[in-house]
Structures are given as structure tokens and as C-alpha cells.
């Protein structure tokens, strides 16, 4: 089992930029993509970014590219987000997530290959 435990959202102006973090607990015996999503209200939840175990295979919706950065080191089974230049419409609870798909460079996507989710965080960007 993985136990995931993320951090760092609040409230921030537009442009601004804030880093989210997500840590992983438990016996772990397999490596794992780590995904993040977001979810709005009245809104469906969907995929932000991936990132593969290794870390050199990073994914992330159009909405985002060029302004957030996934990263992890797994000797501290830890993952994060860099979020920059930050607009409105990214306000959402964020969560993370623990995907042991064979092949993750085809499923990081679709939020049904992810077993294991943080309890999410809320990002808010004022106008």
C-alpha cells in the first residue's frame, strides 16, 4: 500500500506561483508514476501532469505546459509541482496520485490507472 500526504496549496494573486508537494508513505515494493489532478466545482477532475518513476518522462495537459514543472526524488518519496505565472482558471483542489501501470507512458492520463490519492490541496488564484 501507498499512503499519500500532499501539501502547499493557498491562495495566491494571478501570476503568482506556488509549489505543491506530495510525499509517500508505506511499504513500497514496485516503482510508480505519479500523477497530479485537479478538480473545480461543477467540473469533472482532470489530468495536470505525469511524471514516470524515473523522473525523465514528464506529461502535462495544454493548459499548463511551460508553466508548471513536475519533479520527484525517490529517495525522499517525494513529488512536486511547480506552478508559475498562475491565472484563475487553475483554481481547484489538486490532488496527487500513485499509478502502477506497465505502461505508464500511455496511461498517466486517465485518473482510473491511479489506485492510490492524496486527500488533495486547495490552490485558489485571485484576479
Known amino acids: 500500500q501507498v499512503q499519500l500526504v500532499e501539501s502547499g496549496g493557498g491562495l495566491v494573486q494571478a501570476g503568482g506561483s506556488l509549489r505543491l508537494s506530495c510525499t509517500a508513505s508505506?511499504?513500497?515494493?514496485?516503482?510508480?508514476?505519479m500523477g497530479w489532478f485537479r478538480q473545480a466545482p461543477g467540473k469533472e477532475r482532470e489530468f495536470v501532469a505525469g511524471?514516470?518513476?524515473?523522473?525523465?518522462?514528464?506529461y502535462y495537459t495544454d493548459s499548463v505546459k511551460g508553466r508548471f514543472t513536475a519533479s520527484r526524488d525517490n529517495a525522499k518519496n517525494t513529488v512536486w509541482l511547480q506552478m508559475n505565472s498562475l491565472r484563475p482558471e487553475d483554481t481547484a483542489v489538486y490532488y496527487c496520485?500513485?499509478?502502477?501501470?506497465?505502461?505508464?507512458?500511455?496511461?498517466?492520463?486517465?485518473?482510473?490507472?491511479?489506485?492510490?490519492w492524496g486527500q488533495g490541496t486547495q490552490v485558489t488564484v485571485s484576479s
Open positions: 508505506g511499504r513500497t515494493f514496485s516503482s510508480y508514476g
Open positions: 511524471i514516470s518513476w524515473s523522473g525523465i518522462r514528464t
Open positions: 496520485a500513485a499509478s502502477f501501470a506497465t505502461s505508464y507512458s500511455t496511461k498517466y492520463h486517465d485518473p482510473h490507472e491511479y489506485p492510490y
